[in-house]
């Protein structure tokens, strides 16, 4: 087990994986290591056909509070060239299982970009959330000016990141950063029941859909559609399929295989 990550299943069902940030004394702020092992053990889970979802969360006071302030100020341009991090943030893209982020407490600079590369959010009543980068003089790397500008429009997302200003969770919600806000105590059994309706269909199915949603954010419209018509197309080649529309004619529950 590693000392800055833990995974386990929650609630002792298998179907799902819980990945928790673990460097509470600086509010889990994220080192080229912490996302190596993040995306290292995401890549693991992906391979692992019993897991059908994953929850990504941090501890009550943080999800995580941005990239390492202390190990960033001593870099230099050469060195954050020939860093790992980008391709770590390519590669956290390509899983293609469901990711949610269960963000409690900050979600914060590279913290926020964190939640926001998952395929949704799912927050504490108390969650706050923001690219504070501006404040010590820097700009945001991994998603902060593209996904956020993306998920709130340019008004929002410029206000965001050019005064450092936080959203509530509340706030968020309401501007469709985040999927649902939750009272922060319960959020890990919200986040569990959810990743649980998603365990339930066919992998298959969920692997597609997440697929053709992500495509709709680099796609032109016309393109999209035509991307995601060919996702249709290809989930009628599952024993899935057959599984998921024989059942609803029957009046019983499907039995996915993921195949
Ligand atoms: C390193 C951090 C940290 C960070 C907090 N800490 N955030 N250390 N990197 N990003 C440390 C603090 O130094 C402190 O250590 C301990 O965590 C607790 O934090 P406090 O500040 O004492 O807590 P609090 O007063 O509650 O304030 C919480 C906070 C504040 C508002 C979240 O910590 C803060 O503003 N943090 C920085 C947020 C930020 O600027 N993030 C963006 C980073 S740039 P000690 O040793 O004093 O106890 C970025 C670029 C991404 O993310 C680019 C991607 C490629």
Same mark, same amino acid.
């Given at each position: 087990?590693?000392?800055?990550?833990?995974?386990?299943?929650?609630?002792?069902?298998?179907?799902?994986?819980?990945?928790?940030?673990?460097?509470?004394?600086?509010?889990?702020?994220?080192?080229?290591?912490?996302?190596?092992?993040?995306?290292?053990?995401?890549?693991?889970?992906?391979?692992?056909?019993?897991?059908?979802?994953?929850?990504?969360?941090?501890?009550?006071?943080?999800?995580? =509070? @941005?990239?390492?302030?202390?190990?960033?100020?001593?870099?230099?341009?050469?060195?954050?060239?020939?860093?790992?991090?980008?391709?770590?943030?390519?590669?956290?893209?390509?899983?293609?299982?469901?990711?949610?982020?269960?963000?409690?407490?900050?979600?914060?600079?590279? @913290?926020?970009?964190?939640?926001?590369?998952?395929?949704?959010?799912?927050?504490?009543?108390?969650?706050?959330?923001?690219?504070?980068?501006?404040?010590?003089?820097?700009?945001? @790397?991994?998603?902060?000016?593209?996904?956020?500008?993306?998920?709130?429009?340019?008004?929002?997302?410029?206000?965001?990141?050019?005064? @450092?200003?936080?959203?509530?969770?509340?706030?968020?919600?309401?501007?469709?950063?985040?999927?649902?806000?939750?009272?922060?105590?319960?959020?890990?059994?919200?986040?569990?029941?959810?990743?649980?309706?998603?365990?339930?269909?066919?992998?298959?199915?969920?692997?597609?859909?997440?697929?053709?949603?992500?495509?709709?954010?680099?796609?032109?419209?016309?393109?999209?559609?035509?991307?995601?018509?060919?996702?249709?197309?290809?989930?009628?080649?599952? =024993?899935?399929?057959?599984?998921?529309?024989? =059942?609803?004619?029957?009046?019983?529950?499907?039995?996915?295989?993921?195949?």
């Amino acid at each position: 087990m590693s000392e800055l990550l833990t995974t386990h299943p929650y609630n002792n069902d298998l179907r799902v994986a819980l990945l928790q940030l673990n460097r509470p004394k600086v509010l889990n702020a994220l080192t080229t290591d912490l996302l190596q092992e993040i995306v290292d053990e995401l890549r693991r889970l992906d391979d692992l056909p019993e897991v059908r979802c994953i929850i990504l969360t941090g501890n009550d006071k943080a999800f995580a =509070a @941005g990239a390492d302030i202390l190990k960033m100020s001593q870099s230099n341009p050469i060195e954050q060239l020939t860093d790992k991090r980008m391709r770590l943030w390519k590669e956290f893209a390509m899983i293609s299982k469901p990711i949610i982020a269960a963000v409690n407490g900050f979600a914060l600079g590279g @913290g926020h970009e964190l939640a926001m590369a998952c395929d949704f959010v799912i927050a504490g009543d108390s969650a706050k959330f923001g690219q504070p980068e501006i404040n010590i003089g820097t700009t945001p @790397g991994a998603g902060g000016t593209q996904r956020l500008t993306r998920a709130l429009g340019k008004s929002k997302a410029m206000m965001l990141a050019l005064t @450092g200003e936080m959203l509530s969770a509340m706030d968020a919600y309401e501007c469709n950063l985040i999927a649902r806000v939750v009272p922060a105590k319960t959020l890990l059994q919200e986040c569990f029941e959810v990743a649980k309706k998603i365990a339930d269909k066919s992998p298959i199915a969920v692997k597609l859909t997440k697929d053709s949603i992500n495509k709709s954010q680099e796609l032109s419209l016309s393109d999209g559609l035509e991307y995601e018509r060919r996702n249709f197309y290809l989930s009628f080649a599952s =024993a899935d399929q057959k599984e998921g529309m024989s =059942a609803f004619l029957e009046k019983r529950a499907p039995e996915y295989k993921g195949n």
